[in-house]
């Protein structure tokens, strides 16, 4: 095999294997690793017809350097939008009176669970996977990474606002049944503010992700939407 074609194939392999490992799928341990090796292997022929890696880069070394890098890149900077639902979801668990330093599952709490998992539905079920796929096949003609400084603050930011978009109205009820609490055990010591806030907190929680998930769909809608618009831009 020539040379040219080898580091072409080289960077394609590369890219795949980088993609398929970091792109978020479903919540983390739930995703077969065949499963990724199989998008993997789909997206090997994909990257390498579609991108004229051979007329970039000689040696098949730097082919993969570069391949791991830019697949990396944007399966990362997916994860990195996606990851703003599970830290809603923790931030509700806490909020419904988890210790906020306790030992937690890798997967987090049961909120931040279901959060990740619709996550995961919404993902699938509006085509937003196939829409990363294509984007990334369209950038597979850069090699190298153009994940800049300001890139990385905008993925932090909107990965920030998301959750606690998410997480709001959860985390608006807390402070106000803690406040509640607060009062009552200020105007009527007898009633056990202390004992009692706990309880109200649950409940208010539990409403407050009751209501909210009327509109879950649509804000996880929004991730996915934001979450490819931000991956077109950083081609």
């Known amino acids: 095999m020539h040379w040219h074609a080898t580091a072409g194939l080289s960077a394609a392999v590369a890219q795949a294997i980088a993609f398929a490992a970091t792109v978020p799928l479903m919540p983390a341990g739930s995703t077969p690793r065949i499963g990724r090796a199989a998008l993997a292997i789909v997206l090997v022929p994909l990257l390498w017809s579609g991108a004229p890696t051979h007329a970039r880069v000689v040696d098949p070394t730097t082919a993969i350097l570069y391949g791991a890098m830019s697949g990396a890149m944007f399966g990362l900077s997916a994860a990195v939008i996606a990851g703003a639902v599970g830290a809603a979801g923790d931030l509700i668990d806490v909020a419904l009176g988890s210790p906020p330093f306790a030992e937690r599952a890798p997967s987090g709490g049961p909120i931040a669970r279901v959060y ?8 699938l079920r509006t085509g937003g996977l196939t829409m990363m796929i294509a984007e990334f096949a369209r950038a597979s ?11 990385l ?9 998301t959750g606690l978009l998410i997480a709001g109205p959860s ?11 607060g009062i009552l055990s200020r105007v009527a010591p007898h009633i056990g503010g202390v004992l009692f806030s706990a309880p109200l907190i649950s409940v208010s929680v539990l409403f407050a992700v009751t209501i909210g998930s009327l509109v879950l769909w ?8 934001q979450m490819i618009e931000m991956l077109a831009g950083a081609r």
């Open 141 to 151: 003609s850069t090699l190298h990474p153009l994940l800049t400084l300001h890139a």
């Open 116 to 123: 990740q998992l619709a996550y995961a539905l919404v993902l």
């Open 171 to 181: 985390l608006f009820a807390q402070a106000l049944a803690t406040l509640i609490a």
């Open 218 to 225: 649509p804000e996880l809608v929004n991730v996915v939407r």
């Open 153 to 161: 603050s905008a993925l932090g930011s909107a990965s920030l606002r």
